[in-house]
């Protein structure tokens, strides 16, 4: 599920942030009252006690500076700091996990037959609001399963998704309460910092399960003020299955989100936690808003409006387009998109514009003949 | 069956493969770790590193080595220097850590099961690895692998603790995603599946015996299956029930014909040809070249804990457990001293390519 960004645009912008603290605290006191009933944050309490066991009791200053990203290249390390930060790695890996889910969207395809997208995702609320990427949660509203760190799949929705900044919302609906992760502060991350990444590449395995990456953030750009492209860029090696999955920082706070990597093994680029609610991003996307496009990733249907025509009339079929792979006719009228009505052309290009590339679509549309007929197509991908 | 790689990503980056330059070099392939940290890991691998030998194919580089005993015995990466049969590719050599030589070797033994082979310089008293007496290290710690180098050739952490690998068959199909049946939805070319005359909306009712109820089970029971075994295969078909029979294919087959996912886990470097299928492995996220495989692993005692055994994707190195290894080092020296062989162990001889 990882999405490729053609490389680093990135590099030498060291970090970027302005409004980001103040915007981010008042967010999040937002989002802690809007979106579900903020329980008292037992994964937090947790992963506090498990700082203070080990983090602040064993590991030296020396170290404890290098972990929170305040790099000196000439403090020295002994290996009894490299115990100590094992230590606390293995402890903390343990509740991470926890709240570490696999993804799985299914989408029905043109032809009635189901595919899906796996991903993974992470749980931040005892209720179970689960952050993902945008390209994992395909569209709102649809059905969706998660797998629980002991194997156990539960069922969920897709809420809403920030396409531009590739972030995505779900939510487990079998009640009951879960483990979460705690949220960090994004607009904080530091060059240099240790950083854990986890999730299920390659799809969700039983006789695998979580898959845990430790690195440190390369690169950032972030910062509310900047809402194209914003991202961490870590050395946590990626790959596909990995999107949506959680980067956390060394004390286990969610900072980030697994979403797109480079051809270098040192690119692999994360949703900056805070797009999840900055310029209320969450409160849209708690409504099942979608909304903006994944960089360079528009959807294409290849078909010219007949200008004469109120309805969503076809004129011209573009070459190469997937209008003509599955046989749209100029003088073809859409009358409806996955199950939906649509009344106009403008209707209709609102609804290629709310997809993905490449996803499966269901048109109803009236042949110039009158017989009206069901075609099921896949969307392409239109460059920018 | 790679249906789950395949579909992972409706968002496809085809298109992109095309815009991207090929190849980076290793350097900037490797993490770059903090000038104090590496300080460290080059220390606690010394002794390791010390024992750590750079194994020649035909005068290119083709794997690491570890020294197993002080009389010359080295164990390293079986493929990477051997073909199917045992035979060696060309002219095994080996270059000590502190000398400034190549040696010529000779392979003694060779499990296909684990892809380790033991060769044999002639030298005595060589510093034998630090074999590590704690089992196989949790979830998190630190991994470090030698070279011939100061500094260490790439640093990790275990991502998965140590687990059997699949075999990893392939039948070249893609499933629906159903929790009541196995329907095929893509019959891929060229593959096991095309082979058997399996067609798209095929029910797959039983696999090699095994009844299945679920596309995920199908999945799975594949996965367990050996590349090139010969399955009985039972489906449904306009509702008559048929049977089929399929020579699997294997997975790198299947994903080397994806573009995405191969051209994903090829954004990193190489892969190793045997990637797959170990009785017992430790996942971890180092960044190694398949030819940076054969050598030890140390964890944070500077203990050797395992032997890489093989790059298997943009986030996964494999490292054979330590005990699995010297278990089978042993295995393999006591077929040399009492000459019994197996069809998977090379009897002790002189061997060069042109004997065979």
Partial sequence: MIRLSKSAPLMGFGRVSMRGIRFGTLALAFLLLSATRWPTPIGAADVTAANSASTAGSISQGLRRILDGNLDSS????????RAMQGHVHTLSEKLKKCTVGVRVDQERGNGVMSSAWGSGVIISKDGYVLTAAHVAGQPNQACKFTLHDGREVDGKTLGMFRTLDAGLLKITEGAEYPFAELGDSSKVNVGQWCIALGHPGGFQEDRGLVLRLGQVKNIVEGADLPDNRAITTDCTLVGGDSGGPLFDIQGRVIGINSRIGENNSTNMHVPVNAFHDGGAWDRMLKGDAWGHLPGQRPWLGVGQDERSTEAKIATIAPGSPAEKYKLQPGDVV?????????????LRKAVEDCHPNEWIRLKVRRASGTIEEVGLRLGKKSE | MKGRLISCGHVLLLSLAALLPVALTAQEQQRILPRAFRDVFSELMKSAARSTVQVYSDGSRAALGAIVRPDGHIVTKASEILNKNGEPWGKIECQLSFENQRREAQVVGRDSRTDLAVLKIDAKDLPVVPWSTVESPGVGSWLVTP???????????VSVAARKLPPNAALGVALENNERQARLTEVR??????AAGLRIGDIIRKFDGEEIKTSEQLRKSIRWHYPGEKVKIVYERDRKLQTAEAELSSLNELVARDDRSDFQNSLGGKLSDRRTGFPLAIQHDSVLRPIDCGGPVVDVDGKVVGLNIARAGRVESYALPSSLVRETVDKLLKTELTSTSTEEQLPARKSTPQER
């Fill in chain 2, 189 to 194: 070319p060229g593959l096991a599946a095309e």
């Fill in chain 2, 147 to 157: 070279g011939l180098s100061t500094y260490p050739l790439s640093v990790g952490v």
């Fill in chain 1, 335 to 347: 009358v409806s998109f996955d199950g939906r009505p649509i009344g106009d052309f403008a209707a």
């Fill in chain 1, 75 to 82: 403090t020295p390390i002994a290996v009894s700091d490299l």
